[in-house]
């Protein structure tokens, strides 16, 4: 069975710092990996993915994710958050052949200004 | 390029009601998923329907049903709602992996 882990609920970080909001995945085959934003009262946005390839994937919005196999993780980061970045991520992994998203349970960016 | 459309955007029902929500995909796409965000669960996988047909379902009881139209469109039906059905239920359509979602229907349940 598949799982995704996001080890933090919220996330408080200043505007114009740094972040890292972490993700692990466990599964026993190959995966595809997705980090979703969710603005408030929104549905969710594709931010990147990742499905093969560069294990470095950038995204929208000044967003890239690293996938490391050996630690099963995908985290994302952006050098330099901004208001607007306050919102909920998910990451997901999609398990060929199971055809469904499997969502973590989300962490929320509090932009600090 | 429309995106994915749900409707209504707002759905009060009594307990023991039923609840019909609607989602349209992008145009070209076959398949359609639906997901259900309630408070403090996260988003859960309900169904998946791909060329009329259903696919797979996640762990919700029979009374949550639901089905695609020729054009691609679908509906999800819940049967004797319960009060832990309130939640913001996503419709999202699906080309090469890839899910775009549609700004969800949210079901109250009184």
């Known amino acids: 069975a598949q799982s995704v882990t996001q080890l933090d609920s919220q996330v408080p970080v200043f505007e114009e710092a740094p972040v890292e909001l972490r993700c692990n995945y466990s599964?026993?085959?190959?995966?595809?990996l997705f980090w979703y934003v969710q603005y408030p009262n929104q549905g969710l946005q594709l931010l990147l993915k990742?499905?093969?390839?560069?294990?470095l994937v950038k995204g929208i919005n000044g967003f890239e994710a690293e996938f490391n196999k050996s630690q099963t993780s995908f985290h994302l980061r952006k050098p330099s958050v901004h208001i607007s970045d306050t919102a909920e991520y998910f990451c997901?992994?999609?398990?060929?052949?199971?055809?469904?998203?499997?969502f973590g349970t989300g962490t929320r960016l509090t932009i600090i200004p | 390029e429309a995106g994915v459309t749900q409707s209504p955007t707002h759905l009060i029902k009594t307990r023991g009601q039923q609840a019909t929500l609607r989602c349209s995909p992008i145009?070209?796409?076959?398949?359609v998923y639906w997901y259900q965000q309630a408070l403090g669960l996260g988003l859960q996988f309900l169904l998946w329907?791909?060329?009329?047909?259903?696919?797979n379902r996640g762990n919700f009881p029979p009374r949550f049903s639901g089905r695609q139209f020729p054009n691609y469109s679908s509906e999800l039906n819940v049967n004797a709602l319960e009060l832990e059905d309130s939640a913001l239920y996503l419709c999202?359509?699906?080309?090469?992996?890839?899910?775009?979602f549609g700004p969800g229907t949210r079901l109250t349940v009184t």
């Open positions: 999202a359509s699906s080309s090469f992996y890839e899910q775009y």
């Open positions: 599964s026993s085959v190959s995966v595809y």
């Open positions: 990742y499905l093969s390839g560069s294990t």
């Open positions: 997901a992994v999609f398990l060929f052949g199971n055809e469904k998203l499997t």
């Open positions: 145009s070209g796409h076959t398949s």
């Open positions: 329907y791909d060329e009329g047909e259903e696919r």
